[in-house]
């Protein structure tokens, strides 16, 4: 499959430094502490945040700090081919990098003995459902006032349109935010999450082959990608709550 053309057109029709279309908004449960709703490209997310409360069983609480349980969750019909209900080997991956990649900028010595909750329901998927969930749960943690040394952000770079000739890969392009097809076709994938005021990196993963120069430009790919999400985050958290400074003043 051609997923680039002669002109640098991707088939959705962006370039190669381009972001799918993202809307996100925050509180919009109501039962929840916080909670967002995000929409990137196809991929429609909801998260909600619980806590700090007391962690039970009281065998998993942790005396000094909070534990952060991230919970990644594919509904069976995000998918074509619908998906079996219940946790899967990479939904369980996928929550716990969520989890280890959010406790390093909560600051959990503050809430000794406590849990703090994050689920991450995937309602429609097309990819990078992983950045897109991460995204949204930093959000969601924002609207719950979570102390956070910052607010993380996830994106992801790839490569395609290589070939495979004599055995070796040749050629190919990297681009930010894979679309579906892009993901399925491509030749590697690199999400990356990040705390944003010091572009510490928080989550770092890679599928497929890439080059030092290629992971080098990826990166940086990847890098802008989260700093322009991270202004629609601040954007999402102004508006719910922007009425209410303007209000107070």
């Known amino acids: 499959m051609k997923l680039i053309d002669e002109e640098g057109r991707r088939l959705d029709g962006r370039r190669f430094d381009e972001l799918r279309k993202i809307k996100i908004e925050a509180g919009v449960l109501h039962r929840a502490e916080g909670s967002c ?67 390093r900028v909560i600051i959990t010595d503050l809430f000794p ?16 459902t992983r950045c897109a969930g991460l995204t949204a749960a930093a959000v969601a943690l924002a609207d719950a006032g979570i102390p956070m040394r910052d607010i993380p952000v996830a994106c992801a770079a790839g490569k395609i349109g290589a070939e495979v000739v004599d055995g070796e890969v040749k050629g190919g392009y990297v ?51 989260c700093h322009i999400v991270s202004k629609l985050q601040r954007e999402a958290l102004l508006n719910k709550y922007r009425p209410d400074l303007e209000e107070n003043l």
């Open 37 to 103: 709703y995000l929409e990137w490209g196809g991929n429609k997310v909801v998260a909600a945040v619980y806590g700090p409360r007391e962690a039970v069983p009281r065998h998993t609480q942790d005396p000094v700090k909070a534990v952060v349980n991230a919970r990644y969750n594919m509904a069976a019909f995000s998918v074509d081919d619908r998906k079996k209900p219940g946790p899967d080997r990479r939904s369980r991956e996928i929550s716990k990098v969520t989890s280890e990649a959010l406790e």
């Open 175 to 225: 681009v930010l935010d894979l679309g579906k097809d892009e993901d399925n076709y491509g030749n590697a994938d690199l999400p990356i999450a990040i705390a944003p005021r010091t572009d510490e990196i928080l989550l770092l993963q890679m599928d497929g082959h890439l080059t030092y120069e290629e992971f080098e430009q990826a990166l940086d790919l990847a890098m802008k990608g």
């Open 113 to 128: 003995r406590a849990s703090i909750d994050v689920n991450i329901e995937i309602l429609d998927a097309e990819a990078g």
